[in-house]
Structures are given as structure tokens and as C-alpha cells.
Nanobody, 121 residues
């Protein structure tokens, strides 16, 4: 089994910055893509940013130029630096990872428990 544990988040004023981190642990052979999703009240969960094991990134249009995703493959961690935060960024942020348990198994998708980010106007 694989666990994703998030840290960071909290309350910040509009225009401020916050950082999120997520550490993966457990039975892991290889971690493919890692990413961050968010879910605001009454809305569907949406992709924020994703990064492959090779370092390729993809961002939601709404966060491009403001958020930066990074990962440390040696430490099995993924981070999200969020700058110029706006009230519409308020949501629960979830860490996501696709992890293979061995060289012969397909990656499985795992989720963290979520961390609240609240941006006040």
C-alpha cells in the first residue's frame, strides 16, 4: 500500500503565497506522474498541475504563471508553490500519484487526504 501525506496550506490574503508538499511512502517500485488537484465547495475536482518522473509539467490555464510544481524523485515528494493567490483558488488541494508496486505491475492511482487552502479577499 502507498500513502500520500500532504503538508502546507492554510489561510492567506489575496496576492499572497503558500506552499504545499506531499510525501509518498510505502511499497513503491516506481512513481510515474505526481500532481495536485483541487476541489472547491460545490464544484468538481479539477487538475491543478502534474509532473512526470522526467520533469515534464502541465498546468491548468487558471494557474499558469502563478503556480509551480516540482518533485524530488530521491525523496518521493512533490511540491506546489502557489503565488499571487486569489479567492477563487480557495479549495481543498489533493496530492495524486501513479505508483507501480513492481516492474511487472501497472501503476495504480493514489490520493492524499487533502489540505485546505483559503484565500481571503
Amino acid at each position: 500500500q502507498v500513502q500520500l501525506v500532504e503538508s502546507g496550506g492554510g489561510l492567506v490574503q489575496a496576492g499572497g503565497s503558500l506552499g504545499l508538499s506531499c510525501a509518498a511512502s510505502g511499497s513503491m517500485f516506481r512513481i510515474a506522474a505526481m500532481g495536485w488537484y483541487r476541489q472547491a465547495p460545490g464544484k468538481q475536482r479539477e487538475l491543478v498541475a502534474v509532473i512526470t518522473s522526467g520533469g515534464s509539467t502541465n498546468y491548468a490555464d487558471s494557474v499558469k504563471g502563478r503556480f509551480t510544481i516540482s518533485r524530488d524523485n530521491a525523496k518521493n515528494t512533490v511540491s506546489l508553490q502557489m503565488n499571487s493567490l486569489q479567492p477563487e483558488d480557495t479549495a481543498v488541494y489533493y496530492c495524486n500519484a501513479f505508483v507501480s508496486g513492481s516492474a511487472w505491475t501497472r501503476p495504480k492511482e493514489y490520493w492524499g487526504q487533502g489540505t485546505q487552502v483559503t484565500v481571503s479577499s
